[in-house]
């Protein structure tokens, strides 16, 4: 079967109505499938049905034709052949508790943009679905260097599709590729899982030193350092080396790291200014996963025996008032070692 016919004989529902659950379902339906789009604010999708965009989250993108609008869970998802979750890590468990009453054998397949773990037992999103919907459930992870509104635009882009089921993360990418969107495959999605949620808390980092004036010299060794940190955790937990060099782990991080598109490095750019957490929130207006993240990353380490330095400033500044500038010194004067 070609990938066309592929791609114009298949429905899908994208859960989530943020910034980057719209780029999805705009690329999706773009790419000739059809489209089921929902959210849980009513009033929001009554907005976006009337006026075919996203303003909030992503002015000036208008919806394709093939991308429809439903105000009901149940319909949404009725007669599709995949679900694509898009929501807040720390709603994935009660999204997949509204899904689960519809979910058949037909539609059993979820894929998982969103990057985090969950609040309480610090458990890997695919471990979620698995435990709310059943260990034979399929499901795949979408993660990798991507902004929104540069997905929208049709800028050219690659992500990687990880699974346990090939067939599934091959068969997400080709509803995701095109001419300017390029998506690989993975059967790490450990390592790919990690490496998205980490990198958040990160970016946070970045953000401190850049805020403070530190410079390009400073931002390529916390990056550098970063990466190290990530690789470590996620081999314990099982990923692979390789993965974290790819385009989930490196090319994410320098992503997040490097542009003010990036909520969670604004974070920290907020936070070296002396904002409260509360003010940057506002200021910002969506979910910056990377303050809720650092103290999931924060506990797991500590549970694993993984030294992750820089996410323990980052959890220092977050919940135990420090101040950033205290936080780089403490970095600064860890004991001289050997890099590797």
Known sequence: MSNDVIKTSNKIAVIGTGSWGTALAVLLARNGLSVNFWGRNTAHLQEIEKSRCNSKYLPNIKFPEKLEIHTSIE?????????????????????LNLVQPYISKSNSKIAIASKGLEQDN?????????DVLGNDTDVCILSGPTFAMEVA???????????NNQ????????HLSNDHFRAYTSDDIIGVEIGGAVKNVMAIAAGIADGLGFGANTRAALITRALAEISRLGQKLGGKQETFMGLAGLGDLILTCTDNQSRNRRVGLGLAEGKSIEQIQIELGQVAEGISTT?????LAKTLDIEMPIVQEVYNVLYMNKTPTQAVHALLARDTGSEF
């Open 295 to 299: 103290k999931k990353i924060f506990e």
């Open 122 to 130: 610090l458990k890997l999103l695919h471990d979620v679905v698995l």
């Open 153 to 163: 635009k049709g800028l050219p882009t690659a992500i990687t599709v990880a699974s």
């Open 75 to 95: 319909s949404c998802i009725n007669n599709v052949n995949e679900i694509l979750l898009v929501v807040p890590s720390s709603g994935i468990r009660e999204t």
């Open 167 to 174: 067939h599934l993360a091959t068969t997400f990418a080709t």
